[in-house]
């Protein structure tokens, strides 16, 4: 890879920022694309766990949304 | 949380929180691109990874 | 078909097709700058051109325009071809040395300057503008002139009638030779030339006219707009009909007129801004810094124009100041014809202030200009008190006049201050806030169904009937039914429901269809055998990730037993081979690799049930909204993402698990807590839609406390209207009344309650599927303004009783005062209690009924007379009732001596005490909740502070709780007058009656389950727990005593208790730790 471009694993509540990520498609806005989407049912769903893992298996950071 | 990883030595930048309702599309692509600023200011994550650990 | 070769590749075209169109299909980049898909190929930009070998020679063709023929064989990217089109770009860019693309271009092909000499055009006569505006059916533009004069001009370089302005040939110029200013100051004699404005952005942004309305609109289909839409003026276009890859655009559909036959009729056709542009004084016409609220939200709003950044229209400049003026179209007889109050208006534009500061930051100085604040809804008083701390400035004035302010694009106001003094104040924008009133086409339309309407053009109801109209059959709701916010229309709108219902409950379930069922084939313990199907989506994916090697990537990942593409998976026929795959290969998991599962899931969750498996056995991965749609200028890495979340969703795929939907049979029974107006309602509802009702009532008789209130505001007698309404209860053959009752105990949920009801002494079981709590709110006792010391001082209700009783004393009363607000609006209580200020109007003109010659004084903080109530105040002022302000900090003083009552108020407009005898004192006291914290325990719902039960949703479940199967009306709510509490009982047999009418419950099989094993019985999951599905298993039970269990009925799968539990004892059906671990695992791997 000519350039390094980082790996965000993206944990979104798929009532609220899921929602908001599908309306930037449909809008057809751009944004970088470096995150990986994971749709968790609530924010509630959120464990700490999730975002130790995520850095663990090589993401370079979490970015969770409600 | 951030504490945590400040602890186990990962910058905290590393973990984002934000509320966005599900019609703010503009807010999330503002968001996104300010998350992947961020990090990539920080550069690759290298502490805690799993091949390292294994070394360690 | 024909095949032939491109760049070494064997590939196939169909008969009549040219070289590019083939290399496109293929993804063989050809630059070309002439070229469009819906036009017939000119090559006229000459880029294009490409190798053709014919079997003996080679030579050059432009690759736009050459038939392809069998067993010819092209060259893209040699050597000579790309010297030839370094020429042609050297040559583009010396006659159009400063067009961007040439540019881009240029450095692609290495050209630092062109060796030839600089022009200075931007046209480089590709004649795509010409072909475009032929297309059109229009042919305003021509390429004129020969050899070096030629250019694109209309004929006789003179302005034209023909040219329409629609802007196409603007919009296929390669070059940006030519714009809408051009074509609308050169070409066009149409001089009003603007956007089509969007309806949805309040035309402060344009819109095409083959449109989606907005963002969220369903369906969410694009339409065309036939006024706008060149086909319907040239009848040539139909450009869109080129690019819509299923064929769904039909330009022929003409109108369809369809018969229906109904058994009812429900009115919702809702209101219009009002249009300020009529008040001259305003300016709002021709000043872009003034602008209505409406606009003003799409200014705030994160999908609007600005992309919800705060910027006044004249400059764009980040406004300082903001004015907002209350009532512009409403309470105004004397510049429009709307005297009734809105009712919204007050809390928008505290909502917008607070939003409007929240975006620009504190500095912004936001100052609302009203006569009365009127925020009598739930919570919103609260708002108000916030927004004052927050720094909003209310200033209690009516601005009649607003002047531009010379040399800049500021605008001056001058008004008078609350102690009488003129002020003069600049802004940098001013928001108009306005009125709600009813669209000239619902008033035709009321008149052709020939119901009536009140003086305001809404819809004529009756008190104790707010959602009929004056024709049977047909019922109204929402701001049609008079002007009122959301909470008050999504209560409107269940109640006409309910009132429909009610007549057509013998024709339910008769016209429904079952779905034939198939048989689940069993997964358990078996091999993942994963199935991906990636969908191209037409071009909206394949345009940008390339599809056949996200397939193909697919079919290498582990598990994975067949991968393909689709052109459009949601398409029938390919569901139909979807549903073949999955059975001829066995597949026990399946990924599709498409749009949304927010839209798309449930289609393809069909699928998997028709080809016989569980529809949990299946994962989404989101590669158009989330990838090629935002990342259209990044192929490469697009494609990337794709993969990364195909691998994601194959890796969590291979953990799911079939999941069962529990079933679960509706007892048909509702209970009803509170025998008052609108728990009577709410039974009533419920027992004509033929549903077995209990009401289960305190007090000894039915009626609550409208046995206390003398009449409506319609002059109706309560009592009577009260006596109609028992009648049907206690005669209804569905309904069970039980009096001097209480709920003792509860068990059970949504489905299945037992209530355990003590009546006079002895105990009862009811079984019900639902629960409707109604229990009302009383009268605050209270000691303020010396009451019990005198009886000439009486509560408002206390004056309905002597009203109703036909007592001489009020007639023979010299002067009457009505204190407002007593106990409500304090720090104490910090809510409206909304009925008081109409209650005390009314009253007061009863007594001026009685006694014409009375001296009656209101004293007041704000009159919140919402919508068509304003009459009232305004006929009261007319008959001479005195209406004197008093502030919080300066409340009246009363005093009782020598059997002498007297009042003592400061009069705002004096700044003087004024004192006063009267010889009748009403106070306007608080209504406040009959708090009853048991009831809440039983069912699990909430009270907020004042004592009110907490509803599901502020604005969209005002009738209901977050907890399944329960029920809410009246006054435990909110305080509510008459028609508003019999609204409610109705919206909540409504809400009801959808649980009741489904006979059983289907949940949901992504649920929580615990382990009890691993629980530890510490109770976390219980009390975090928002639906109330988490319980301990009883302590005498035979097995997990102790231990939490979860109700899947009323789980919502939420993941809140798993997250929280300390043992790790609750797992998450469908989004289990392994599962999301499986997906973050996949993330990384290369």
């Known amino acids: 890879m000519s350039e390094w471009e980082p790996k965000i694993v993206s944990f979104l509540c798929n009532w609220c920022s899921y929602g908001a990520a599908d309306l930037a498609g449909v809008s057809r806005m751009e944004y970088p694309p470096n995150i990986r989407v994971v749709r968790i049912p609530c924010t509630g769903r959120m464990s700490p766990k999730f975002a130790l893992a995520a850095l663990r298996e090589g993401a370079d950071a979490v970015w969770v949304s409600g | ?56 | 078909m024909i095949t032939f070769k491109i760049n070494g590749q064997t590939v196939q075209g169909e008969e009549g097709q040219y070289v590019l169109q083939v290399a496109q299909k293929y993804g063989i980049e050809i630059p070309t700058l002439c070229h469009h898909k819906a036009l017939e190929p000119a090559g006229m930009c000459r880029l294009c051109t490409v190798e053709m070998f014919d079997g003996r020679r080679s030579r050059f063709v432009t690759a736009c325009n050459y038939p392809i023929w069998e067993g010819m064989e092209i060259n893209t990217d040699t050597e000579s071809v790309h010297q030839g089109r370094k020429l042609i770009v050297e040559l583009l860019m010396a006659r159009c040395p400063e067009v961007p693309i040439l540019q881009k271009l240029g450095k692609k092909y290495g050209i630092e300057k062109p060796r030839f000499r600089a022009e200075d055009d931007t046209c480089i006569l590709c004649g795509l503008c010409v072909r475009m505006c032929e297309r059109m059916g229009n042919s305003a533009i021509e390429l004129t002139g020969r050899g070096v004069e030629m250019k694109v001009d209309t004929p006789f370089h003179t302005q034209t009638d023909v040219c329409l302005a629609c802007g196409a040939c603007a919009s296929v110029c390669p070059t940006g030779h030519i714009t809408l200013d051009k074509i609308r100051d050169e070409i066009t004699k149409k001089k009003n030339v603007h956007l089509i404005p969007s309806e949805y952005d309040m035309g402060l942004k344009g819109r095409k006219p083959v449109y989606v309305p907005y963002a969220q609109a369903v369906p969410n289909t694009p339409a065309i707009d036939r006024d706008v839409c060149v086909h319907f003026k040239t009848g040539g276009c139909q450009v869109c009909t080129e690019f819509c890859g299923v064929n769904a655009i039909n330009h022929n559909m003409e109108d369809e007129i369809v018969e229906l036959e109904v058994g009812s009729i429900i009115l919702a056709p809702g209101f219009q801004p009002f249009d300020p542009s009529k008040f001259d004084s305003y300016g709002y016409a021709n000043h872009p810094n003034v602008i209505t609220s409406m606009e003003m939200e799409r200014l705030l709003s994160a999908s609007g124009p600005t992309g919800g950044h705060l910027v006044r229209l004249s400059d764009h400049k980040d406004p300082k100041k903001i004015a907002w003026f209350q009532c512009v179209g409403s309470r105004d007889l004397n510049r429009c014809d709307n005297s009734y109050c809105s009712s919204v208006c007050c809390m928008y534009a505290i909502k917008e202030a607070v939003i409007a500061k929240e975006h620009a930051g504190d500095s912004l100085d936001c100052a609302i200009f009203y006569m009365d604040m009127r925020t009598h809804g739930k919570d919103f008083e609260r708002f108000y008190n916030g927004a004052k701390e927050k720094g909003v400035r209310f200033v209690r004035s009516r601005v009649h006049t607003i002047d531009p302010v010379h040399g800049s694009d500021d605008l001056s106001v001058r008004y008078v201050n609350d102690d009488g003094s003129l002020q003069e104040e600049k802004f940098d924008m001013i928001v108009l806030s306005v009125g709600l009133e009813t669209s000239p086409e619902v008033v035709q339309m009321a008149k052709k169904l020939g119901i009536e309407l009140t003086e305001g053009n809404f819809c004529k109801t009756s008190t104790f009937e707010p959602v009929a109209t004056s024709k049977p059959g047909i019922f109204v709701c929402g701001a049609f039914q008079g002007p009122k916010d959301i909470p008050q229309s999504v209560v409107d709108s269940s109640a006409a429901a309910a009132a429909a219902g009610e007549i057509l409950a013998p024709g339910r379930n008769t016209t429904t269809k079952q779905p034939v069922k198939i048989d689940e084939v069993n997964v358990m313990g078996e091999r993942p055998r994963i199935g991906v199907f990636v969908c191209r989506c037409g071009i909206n994916i394949a345009g940008v990730v390339d599809v056949p090697s996200v397939a193909e990537y697919a079919a290498t990942l582990p598990f994975v037993e067949y991968a393909t593409d689709n052109l459009y998976s949601c398409a029938q026929d390919t569901q139909d081979t979807m549903t073949q795959i999955i059975k001829q290969k066995k597949l026990n998991r399946v990924v599709v690799a498409a749009c949304t599962p927010k839209t798309h899931e449930p289609l393809f969750q069909e699928t998997l049930i028709n080809a016989g498996l569980n529809k949990y056995l299946f994962e989404m991965a989101n590669i158009r909204n989330h990838d090629s749609w935002v990342h259209k200028n990044n192929p490469e890495l697009a494609t990337q993402k794709a993969k990364d979340l195909v691998r994601m969703a194959v890796n969590k795929v291979g953990l799911m698990q079939p999941l069962q939907e529990a079933e679960l049979e509706v007892n048909q029974a509702a209970l009803v807590i509170g025998g008052g107006i609108s728990g009577m309602t709410a039974a009533r509802s419920l027992a004509r839609q033929g549903y077995e009702t209990h009401i289960i009532e305190r007090g000894e008789r039915l009626g609550g406390q409208a046995h206390n209130l003398y009449k409506t505001i319609s002059g109706d007698l309560v009592a009577d209207k009260l006596a109609e309404l028992v009648a049907d209860v206690e005669q209804s053959k569905n309904i069970n009344v039980h009096l001097n009752s209480e709920l003792t105990a509860l068990d059970g949920f949504v489905g299945s309650f037992k209530s355990t009801v003590s009546s006079n002494g002895s105990q009862k079981e009811i079984v019900h599927g639902v629960a409707v709590i109604a229990t009302g709110g009383a009268p605050l006792q209270t000691e303020e303004y010396c009451y019990g010391q005198d009886a000439r001082i009486m509560t408002s209700l206390e004056l309905d009783q002597r009203m109703k009783a036909d007592d001489p004393a009020l007639a023979a009363a010299k002067t009457a005062v009505f204190i407002q607000c007593v106990g409500s609006r304090e720090p104490q209580r910090p809510y409206c209690s909304r009925v008081c200020c109409t209650h005390s109007i009314d009253n007061a003109l009863e007594l001026k009924k009685r006694n014409p010659d009375m001296n009656i004084y209101i004293l007041y903080r704000d009159i919140r007379t919402y919508g068509e109530r304003e009459y009232l105040y305004k006929e009261a002022r007319g008959r001479g009732i005195i209406f004197i302000r008093y502030d919080l900090e300066n409340k009246p003083q009363v005093e009782v001596a020598d059997g002498r009552i007297q009042v003592t108020v400061t009069d705002h407009v004096l700044g003087l005490p004024v004192a006063i005898e009267p010889d009748l004192l009403s106070l306007a006291t608080a209504v406040v909740p009959n708090r009853d914290d048991k009831l809440a325990q039983f069912f699990k719902v909430p009270l907020n502070d004042d004592g009110f039960f907490v509803e599901k949703h502020a604005k969209l479940g005002p009738s209901e709780f977050a907890t399944d199967g329960v029920f809410l009306c009246g006054l435990a709510h909110y305080p509510k007058p008459i028609d508003e509490a019999v609204v409610q009982g109705r919206a909540a047999a409504s809400r009801a009656v959808t649980l009741l009418a489904r006979e059983k419950i289907k949940t949901s099989g992504q649920v929580a389950q615990v382990d009890p094993m691993m629980c530890s019985s510490c109770g976390v999951c219980v009390s975090i727990c928002p639906y109330s599905a988490p319980s301990f298993i009883p302590a005498d039970a035979r097995m997990h005593a102790g231990k939490a269990q979860i109700n899947a009925v009323l789980c919502k799968g939420c993941g809140l208790c798993v997250a929280s539990c300390r043992s790790g004892a609750i797992h998450l059906k469908g989004f289990d730790n392994d599962q999301i671990f499986a997906q973050i695992s996949a993330v990384s791997w290369e």
């Open chain 2, 1 to 56: 949380m951030k504490r945590l990883l400040e602890y186990t030595g990962i910058e905290s930048d590393r973990l984002q929180f934000s509320w966005i309702s599900s019609a703010e599309s503009t807010k999330f692509v503002k968001v996104v691109n300010e998350v992947t600023a961020k990090v990539k200011a920080l550069g690759p994550n290298k502490r805690f990874v799993k091949k390292e650990a294994k070394v360690a």
